[in-house]
């Protein structure tokens, strides 16, 4: 597996190693050992699956408080998407500053988003698949959101004129000014 550290500390693009032939490809997208070999220790207990219809959906940007903070590895099944990292410990050095990057069925790109990051996603392609691994259950008394078009954040969605297609959640959703983050930066 290659391991990709980005400008933020603690996210990561991960592509697994894929072995092709006139079939199509092999790849195991997930392990355990492999990913402890790498550096990595999380415990997922669920996995989920999405998909966005439409060219231009965006999902985010959203994150899961503490006691049921959710680590993320993200990736596509299908078509694309542009999967974002935002930090939002307080007191960070990188404290509203954002990566992202294009994953799609055919690159095998993972998106390694820990807990503390908002995380959201736009769509490249219809019926775009997204699946990702969380290290907590999902708690709605935890459940949040952070606008995703904030100006104080500047996420370049890679839209190109599309307007985007949300969710009534993430349309009504604080701009990070407004927010209160529950997380630290215990750097």
């Known amino acids: ?103 799609t069925a055919e690159n095998g790109k993972q998106l390694m988003v820990p807990a503390g990051f908002l995380h959201g996603f736009s769509t490249r392609a219809p019926n775009t698949e997204i699946i990702y691994k969380c290290t907590d259950y999902y708690a709605p008394e935890c459940d949040g959101a952070v606008r995703f078009d904030c100006p104080d954040i500047g996420i370049d969605w890679g839209l190109n004129g599309v307007d985007a297609v949300l969710s009534a959640k993430d349309a009504a959703a604080p701009t990070l000014a407004d927010f209160d983050s529950p997380f630290v930066f215990e750097g």
């Open 1 to 103: 597996m290659k391991v990709e550290q980005t400008q933020l500390s603690g996210v990561f693009i991960l592509t697994p190693n894929r072995f092709g032939d006139a079939r199509g490809f092999f790849s195991e997208s997930y392990s355990k050992r492999v990913m402890a070999d790498a550096g990595f220790d999380y415990d997922f207990v669920q996995d989920n699956h999405s998909v966005s219809a439409q060219i231009g959906t965006v999902r985010g940007l959203h994150f899961q408080s503490p006691p049921h903070a959710q680590d993320k590895l993200v990736r596509c099944g299908q078509g694309a998407l542009f999967d974002v990292a935002v930090d939002i410990r307080k007191g960070s050095p990188t404290y509203g500053k954002w990566v992202g990057a294009e994953l």
